[in-house]
């Protein structure tokens, strides 16, 4: 025994860990944004909390609202619940690494007939015992390997289901507060309205104005009223997914009207590089392939056999009195070697399904990459051509009401007919909500880009 356990502790030491080590695949990295050029580059904030990407917006309400998505959002429950489970994953795989002792104690009384007589007997025993796998060949380590970069993996998708998660509601909020002002604006241009049919009818009551003129502008009020209404149910529906987001239901959550006060931010850029670690999407696949890597070896492991050191001792007696004694001792010790002499190439099996799940893996990272440069570049350029979208919008619209103002009060001095008035009205309320939509547009794509780039999460974050 005591030249036999050196000599294991020394295969052990010098074990190796077969099956290949990982090295992140390589994928090719433009050294700048296609659509960056020309695109003005923000100031960094170091005082800024780089987690709360949304502070760039400096709106209270919407900080508030997305602070409890990592709180109270099932979905994002859910996927920290697995990550917890993939780190209490990791912490049985290391304990493999390390010897295990149990204990057992019985105590029986039985009896048997034989030859017409009855015979009773007991059995009491005490006895403890250890083994430990020695890691030759790595397999055990192989599978720590897996497990943490599996960990690791859920602790990247539960970042990205959170970025998901703040992202989405971002969106919803601007969406919900641009409707505020559409909303807004149908009840200005209904009241208008209103006015023009109050003014009309009494025309028409003292035979002025035709009965057409009447029906058109009845036909004006009633269908911005329509619009409004169409609107309203949008706004309850975006109100009701706001709700569900901070783990609430539509009843127990409502966001009265107002003014979106926020400010639309100048992105910061990061170069390109920077996506691979800045996108816990991209993190979550390359992970997942530093998994199968491993598993990989693990698999090679089966072709080896396993050798376990055990240990056991105690005491064993038909008398409960003096059972802990010399005498009563019993004890057992030596190697255990163990491993598959015929499979029919179940192993072999076993390495190649490792192998092509580690490819897939890598092909999985590859788009990921491929997918993470192509929504960044998306929207950059929909953010540049919103930009001049939008001042030419402002421009049409500013003209769309000027008219709109000059043809009513040429049809106050009886030089044109309403349906003239209607026309250019209905153009001006159009213009308006079209720079309504664009600047809503606007406002997403700036929270899809700050998402695209990651948020305010980093690599570095993942557990060791």
């Known amino acids: 025994m005591t030249k036999f356990t050196p000599v294991l502790l020394a295969l052990l030491l010098s074990g190796c860990a077969v099956g290949p080590d990982y090295h992140r695949p390589t994928v090719k990295v433009p050294s700048q944004y296609k659509e960056a050029q020309g695109w003005r580059q923000a100031q960094p904030q170091d005082g800024q909390d780089k987690g709360e990407w949304w502070a760039v917006y400096h709106d209270e309400t919407l900080s508030g609202l997305l602070r409890q998505v990592a709180i109270s959002n099932q979905n994002v429950a859910q996927y920290e619940a697995q990550y917890r489970q993939a780190k209490a994953l990791v912490a049985a795989s290391r304990s493999d690494l390390f010897p295990s002792a149990t204990y057992t104690g019985s105590s029986t009384r039985s009896s048997s007939t034989g030859d017409s007589q009855r015979t009773t007997s007991n059995s009491h025993s005490l006895q403890a015992s250890a083994s430990w796998e020695l890691d030759i060949w790595g397999k055990l380590r192989r599978t720590l390997e897996e497990n943490k970069a599996s960990a690791q993996a859920s602790a990247a998708e539960l970042a ?164 802990i004694s010399l005498p009563n001792r019993v004890w057992s010790l030596g190697p255990e070697l163990s491993g598959t002499l015929l499979d029919f190439g179940a192993t072999s099996a076993n390495v190649e399904q490792a192998r092509a799940s580690y490819d897939a893996a890598v092909a999985s990272y590859r788009q990921a990459v491929l997918t993470g440069f192509q929504e960044v570049e998306n929207y950059l350029v ?33 030089m044109i007919d309403y349906l003239d008035v209607a026309t250019t009205e209905n153009t001006s309320l159009s213009a308006q909500q079209n720079l309504l939509s664009l600047q809503s547009t606007q406002w997403l794509a700036s929270v899809e880009l700050i998402a695209a780039l990651g948020g305010g999460w980093d690599a570095k974050n993942l557990p060791e």
């Open 160 to 323: 990205n289901i959170t970025l998901s998660a703040q992202s989405e509601l971002a969106q919803d909020y601007f969406q919900l507060r641009i409707m505020d002002q559409q909303i807004a604006l149908y009840q200005q241009s209904i009241a208008a309205y209103q006015r023009y049919l109050t003014v009309i009818n009494n025309k028409y009551q003292v035979g002025s104005e035709s009965r057409a003129t009447l029906a058109q502008a009845q036909a004006q009020l009633e269908s911005a009223r329509a619009s409004a209404l169409d609107l309203r149910w949008q706004r309850a529906q975006t109100e009701h997914a706001i709700a569900m987001l901070i783990g609430k239901t539509p009843a127990e959550f409502s966001l009265p009207a107002a003014n979106l006060t926020a400010t639309l931010p100048t992105i910061p850029q990061s170069i390109p590089s920077e996506l691979l670690q800045r996108r816990p999407d991209i993190a979550y696949a390359e992970r997942n392939v530093a998994a199968a890597n491993a598993a990989v070896g693990v698999a090679i492991a089966g072709y080896y056999p396993d050798l376990t050191l055990s240990a056991s001792g105690g005491f064993s007696s038909s008398t409960l009195h003096n059972l």
């Open 382 to 414: 929909q953010l540049h051509t919103l930009q001049d979208e939008i001042q030419a919008q402002q421009l049409a619209t500013e003209a769309s009401k000027e008219s709109a103002r000059v043809t009513y009060n040429q049809y106050q001095a009886g």
